[in-house]
C-alpha cells in the first residue's frame, strides 16, 4: 500500500471520500478471494501461520525497544514520517504498531497481547478478525483506530451502544493524547454542533445508526463530494423531486466522508442487522395514519385463521386466504368511508394494510418483541435484547401496534431518505472489524462486503467445558430443572449466568428462582440502564444473572475471590438462536482468556425456534421421550431449525442486495442510490 491508498479528504480523494464505483471495485474483490483462499490454505496449516505470526511478532518487539531508546518525541516523529511517505506498508505497519503499544503501556498502563497485535494488523489490512470473547477486542480496535489516524485516515469506530461508545473513547483519550490525536464520541442525544466536533477529531465513537443517520443528513444537505474524479450522486430517492423544485441546501458536513470504519461485533452489524432499514424521516400529520390503523386493526380482528388468513412465524408475517380477499374485497366501500380515506379502494394497498395488521395481532408479541414504558411503545432488538432507542417499524407496522397497545401516537413520519447497513457500509473506502463469532458467516461476509476473515489464535488455552445438552417437554418442566441446577450451583459458591429466549420467560424464570429463595439478578430491555453494573457482578461468588441475550453486550465478567477454584462462571442456555454465531457468543462468557468456566443447553420444546420449525406430530411424539434423548440427538434436533433459519435469512438479505442494486440502476439517469 502507497500514501495514495490512504483516503482523507483532500485534492487526490476530494471532500467526501466514498468507496470507487462498482467498476473499479473488481480488483478489490479478487484480493479479498486470494486472502481469504491464503487465509483458509494457512489455517489448516497451523504450524506454519504461526511461525509466521512469530516471525512478525518478534519484528514489533524488535521495534517497541528500537523506539523506546529513541525517546517519545523522536519516535512519533519518525513513525509519522514513514506514513506519510509509505502509507500502511508492511514496514511502516511494524514501525506504527511498535509505537502504537508503547504508548498503551505508558498510557492505559496495559502491554498490548501478540493476539492483539496479530487482530490490529488483521483490521489494518482491511479483513475482519475472529478474536474469541474476552480476548481483548476493545484494546484491539484501538489499536488499530490510532495507527490508522497516525497515516492520516479519519476513522470511525462502530460500537454496540451509547455506553460503550463513551466507555471506549474516554479509555483511548489518555494515548491518543500523548500521540497527538484527538478522540471524539457521539451519542444519540447529542446536537449537531456536538457531532460536528466529534467528526473533526481523528478517531471518533460511535453506534451505527447514529453514524448512517448523519452520513444521511449530509446527503440531504446536498454536500459535494468526490471518489476519484466521479462526483459523489445523492442517496435520497424520495427528495429527489423536492430537490428539482428546490435550491439545493449547503451546509457543511458532519461527516469527512467515508474514509475508514472498524466495526465492532462486525457481525451483528453486517449480517444479523444487515437487512433493517435505516429510515431518516420528518414529522407529518397523525390522524390519517391513527384512524387507518385503528381500522385495519377492526376489521383484521374479525378473521379467522385457517379460513381467511394463515400465518407465518418464521418470517413475522400473514397472507390472506381466497376467502379472506373476498371478505376484504366486500368491504372495501365501508373501510374507505369509516376512515375517509380512498386508499381501502386499492386492492393491493388494503390487503398489505390487513395483512400488516394480521401480524401486529398474532405475531408481534409484548415483552418478547417490544414494550410498553409509560404508554409508549418500545422496540427490543431480537439480537441483544436491548431497547432499540429511536427504531420503528416500517410500512405501517409500528402505528398498527401502537393502535393494538393503546399506545400514545408517535408522530407520524414521512420518508426522505433511507439506507441499509449492506448497502451503507461497502461504501468505506477501507474496512474492517472483529467479532468472535465470524466463521459461520465467512462466505457471506466475501461475497456481501469482500471482506475476509482471520482467526486469531487464543492467548491461553481454552479450559471450558461442555455438559450435556437436555431436553423438556415444556417450559414449566424445564424452568423446574433449571431452578433445581441453578441451586445445586449456588450451594457451591459457583457464579451462574441463565439466558433465555425472550423478556417473558426471564421473568417466569425469576419467579422459580424467588420461589425457591435463590437471590438474583435480573438483566433484560426492561433494565438495560443498569446493565453494565449487573453484568459486572455476575462473576461474584454465588451470584445468580437471569437475562434475555448476551450477545454483544461489551461488558466484562469478572470472576470473584475464590471462584477460579469451585470452577469459574457456569452458563446456562435455555434459548435456541437463529444462528449459531450467537450461540457460541453466550458460551463465550464462560471461561474467558484461560479462565476456568463451563456452559450447558437446557431447551424445551416450547422454545420458539423448535415450536415453529417442528411438524405438530413430532412435537408430540418428542414429549414423551425428551428427557431421556442423548446429548447428541438434542443437539442435532436443535441444529436443523437453526441451519434452515441461516439459510432463509441469508438467502434474504441477498435478494435485497439484489433488489437494491437493480433499483440503483434504473434510478441512475436521476442520481438516486436509495
Known sequence: MTRADLPMPGLLWGDYPERRPASQQF????????????????????????????????????????????????????????????????????????????????????????????????????????????????????????????????????????????????????????????????????????????????????????????????????????????????????????????????????????????????????????????????????????????????????????????????????????????????????????????????????????SSALAALHLYERERHYLVREGKLQIVDAGTGRVAGGRVWSQGLHPLIQAKEGCTPTPSMQTLAQITYQRFFPRYVRLGGLSGTLREARSELLASYGLSVRRVPLRRPSRRSVGRARLHADHDTLWAAVAQRVSALHREGRPVLVATDSIGEAQALAQRLALAGLPHALLHARHDDEEATIVARAGQPGAITVTTNMAGRGTDIELGAGVERRGGLHVICCQLNGARRIDRQLAGRAARQGDAGSVETQLSLDTALLARSLPAPLRTLLRRWAPTLPSLAVRALARWPQWAEEQRQRAQRRRLIEHDERSERRLGFVGACE
Open 27 to 354: 480488483a478489490e474483490r479478487c484480493g479479498a478471494l486470494w486472502r481469504d483462499a491464503v487465509d483458509r490454505a494457512a489455517d489448516a496449516a497451523t504450524a506454519l501461520r504461526r511461525r509466521r505470526d512469530a516471525a512478525w511478532l518478534a519484528r514489533v518487539r524488535a521495534a517497541q525497544v528500537a523506539l523506546a531508546a529513541q525517546g517519545h518525541d523522536a519516535a512519533l516523529q519518525a513513525v509519522r514520517a514513514t506514513l506519510q511517505a509509505e502509507g500502511l506498508t508492511a514496514t511502516a505497519l511494524v514501525q506504527a504498531l511498535a509505537l502504537v503499544a508503547n504508548a498503551a503501556l505508558e498510557h492505559l498502563h496495559v502491554l498490548p497481547y501478540d493476539t492483539q497485535l496479530i487482530a490490529a494488523r488483521a483490521v489494518l489490512d482491511g479483513q475482519l478478525a475472529e478474536m474469541a470473547t474476552g480476548e481483548g477486542k476493545t484494546l484491539a480496535v484501538a489499536l488499530a483506530a490510532t495507527v490508522a489516524a497516525l497515516a492520516g485516515m479519519p476513522v470511525h469506530v462502530v460500537t454496540a451502544n451509547d455506553y460503550l461508545v463513551s466507555r471506549d473513547a474516554q479509555r483511548l483519550q489518555p494515548m491518543a493524547a500523548a500521540l497527538g490525536l484527538g478522540v471524539g464520541s457521539v451519542l444519540q442525544a447529542d446536537a449537531p454542533t456536538v457531532r460536528a466536533r466529534a467528526f473533526a477529531c481523528a478517531i471518533v465513537y460511535i453506534t451505527a445508526s447514529e453514524l448512517v443517520f448523519d452520513y444521511l443528513r449530509d446527503a440531504l444537505t446536498g454536500v459535494p463530494g468526490e471518489v476519484g474524479a466521479l462526483p459523489r450522486p445523492r442517496r435520497d430517492a424520495p427528495a429527489a423531486t423536492l430537490a428539482r423544485l428546490q435550491p439545493v441546501r449547503a451546509a457543511p458536513a458532519l461527516l469527512p466522508g467515508l474514509c475508514m470504519a472498524i466495526v465492532d461485533e462486525a457481525d451483528a452489524i453486517l449480517i444479523d442487522d444487515a437487512r433493517m432499514p435505516l429510515v431518516l424521516s420528518e414529522p407529518a400529520d397523525t390522524t390519517q395514519a391513527q384512524h387507518h390503523a385503528e381500522e385495519a386493526l377492526r376489521f383484521a380482528r374479525t378473521l379467522h385463521e385457517g379460513t381467511d388468513f394463515q400465518l407465518d412465524r418464521a418470517t413475522l408475517s400473514a397472507r390472506l386466504t381466497d376467502a379472506g380477499r373476498a371478505r376484504l374485497d366486500r368491504a372495501a366501500a365501508s373501510l374507505a368511508e369509516a376512515c375517509a380515506s380512498a386508499a381501502w379502494r386499492n386492492r393491493l394497498h388494503r390487503e398489505h394494510a390487513v
